[in-house]
T-cell receptor, first 114, second 116 residues
Framework: GQNIDQPTEMTATEGAIVQINCTYQTSGFNGLFWYQQHAGEAPTFLSY????GLEEKGRFSSFLSRSKGYSYLLLKELQMKDSASYLC???????????????FGQGTELSVKP | ETGVTQTPRHLVMGMTNKKSLKCEQH?????MYWYKQSAKKPLELMFV???????ENNSVPSRFSPECPNSSHLFLHLHTLQPEDSALYLC???????????????FGPGTRLTVL
């Protein structure tokens, strides 16, 4: 079956580094996405990984290990505005190798404290 | 602004009402999606349209009826809903559906629906 797991909540201090983990089980992995969602707003795209390794984009980096079914999102130099929900999503081809719908985790609510 | 707009932003309706949610994308994308987001639950895919054709129906009850008249517009018609249908309904679009690498989905701000 399909399963995406990530912690429900995390708290970190302004200026610090935080790592949000995501583990997944799917039948036809075809890429992993991270989205940021502020309360009452649309999810916005942060990063995409399809090959193993680290992708860096400014203060945000995302890592993928396909053999372990594991990804993390790393946020550096945390700012108060980074307080949001972070959604891990896996593109799944499914058993019949068609399409590519996104399967979302429940999201990790990150609170950044002064 | 993601290039995907949704109206209305908030909707309160009774169980016997009929209403429609509207989504419009200005990105030239070919695929559009409806998602349901309930508190403390993952985003749930409801429907996918690719080149105006429905390609996914994720076992959604018939009281939700989608319509895609063209690649830029997507509607969700609602009738005889239940209180448990109260949620945030998000629309998204992507260049194409599925298997093309970085086919990122762009989300609208959502419609907050309350069913009394």
């Amino acid at each position: 079956g399909q399963n995406i797991d990530q912690p429900t909540e995390m708290t970190a201090t302004e200026g610090a580094i935080v790592q949000i983990n995501c583990t997944y089980q799917t039948s036809g992995f075809n890429g992993l996405f991270w989205y940021q969602q502020h309360a009452g707003e649309a999810p916005t795209f942060l990063s995409y990984n399809v090959l193993d390794g680290l992708e860096e984009k400014g203060r945000f980096s995302s890592f993928l290990s396909r053999s372990k079914g594991y990804s993390y999102l790393l946020l550096k130099e945390l700012q108060m505005k980074d307080s949001a929900s972070y959604l891990c999503a896996v593109r799944d081809r499914g058993h019949y190798n068609q399409g590519g719908k996104l399967i979302f985790g429940q999201g990790t609510e990150l609170s950044v404290k002064p | 602004e993601t290039g995907v707009t949704q109206t209305p932003r908030h909707l309160v309706m009774g169980m016997t009402n009929k209403k429609s949610l509207k989504c419009e994308q200005h990105l030239g994308h070919n695929a559009m999606y409806w998602y349901k987001q309930s508190a403390k639950k993952p985003l749930e895919l409801m429907f996918v349209y690719n080149f105006k054709e429905q390609t996914e129906n994720n076992s959604v009850p018939s009281r939700f009826s989608p319509e895609c008249p063209n690649s830029s517009h997507l509607f969700l018609h609602l009738h005889t809903l239940q209180p448990e249908d109260s949620a945030l309904y998000l629309c998204a679009s992507s260049p194409n559906y599925g298997d093309l690498g970085t086919d990122t989905q762009y989300f609208g701000p959502g419609t907050r629906l309350t069913v009394l």
